[in-house]
């Protein structure tokens, strides 16, 4: 059974700062997804990532498998990225997503 | 853009009711999910369908769960008889053959 642990598990910051949030795993897989949820609580997904590094906008995601690793950046954040950001894995076909218990950022003025 | 939705939004039942949470997965996706959230906690899978039977499930999903593909749209998730911790918020989710899942809004359930 895989293990998702993101950290930080709540992090606050000033508007125009860098973000990093970071996830390990503990077992193979054959993708990496980040998601974000909002107060309302609706998903949505980011990022899928199965080797290498994916850019969206502000948005950065990398993933080492050797090292079973994760990061997720956001750059010149803003007051609308608060949010919780939810790092999740599997391993394709049917498989059900392992969810990480997710990082609450909150952004500043 | 197509999207999963979920109705209802939100569902209040009394414990020991049956209730029915539907989805509507994006049209072409061929694998579909359901997943839960209780307050306060991660997200946690439940069951995958495809081709029209359960793949896997989670040692949450027991006789109490059961899903459906009644037609060719509809993805609904039965709980027959509800129980307090049964209240979360559920989520269905759907992809095709790529590994990207689409998640619908959710349903939150409220069991008094």
């Known amino acids: 059974k895989n293990e998702v642990e993101q950290s930080p598990q709540n992090l606050t910051a000033q508007e125009g700062e860098f973000i990093t949030i970071n996830c390990s795993y503990s077992?193979?897989?054959?993708?990496l997804h980040w998601l974000q949820q909002h107060p309302g609580g609706g998903i949505v997904s980011l990022f899928m990532?199965?080797?290498g590094k994916k850019k969206h906008g502000r948005l950065i995601a990398t993933i080492n498998i050797q090292e079973k690793h994760s990061s997720l950046h956001i750059t010149a954040s803003h007051p609308r990225d608060s949010a919780v950001y939810i790092c999740?894995?599997?391993?394709?076909?049917?498989?059900?997503?392992?969810f990480g218990k997710g990082t609450h950022l909150i952004i500043q003025p | 853009e197509p999207e999963v939705t979920q109705t209802p939004s939100h569902q209040v039942t009394q414990m020991g009711q049956e209730v029915i949470l539907r989805c509507v997965p994006i049209?072409?996706?061929?694998?579909f999910y359901w997943y839960r959230q209780i307050l306060g906690q991660k997200v946690e899978f439940l069951v995958s369908f495809y081709n029209n039977e359960i793949s896997e499930k989670s040692e949450i999903f027991d006789d109490q769960f059961s899903v459906e593909r009644p037609d060719g749209s509809n993805f609904t998730l039965k709980i027959r008889s509800t129980k307090l911790e049964d209240s979360a918020m559920y989520f269905c989710a759907s992809k095709s053959r790529t590994y990207e899942q689409y998640f619908g809004p959710g349903t939150r359930l409220t069991v008094t």
């Open positions: 990532l199965s080797s």
């Open positions: 077992v193979g897989i054959s993708a």
């Open positions: 049209s072409n996706h061929l694998y």
């Open positions: 999740a894995v599997g391993l394709g076909g049917a498989d059900g997503l392992t």
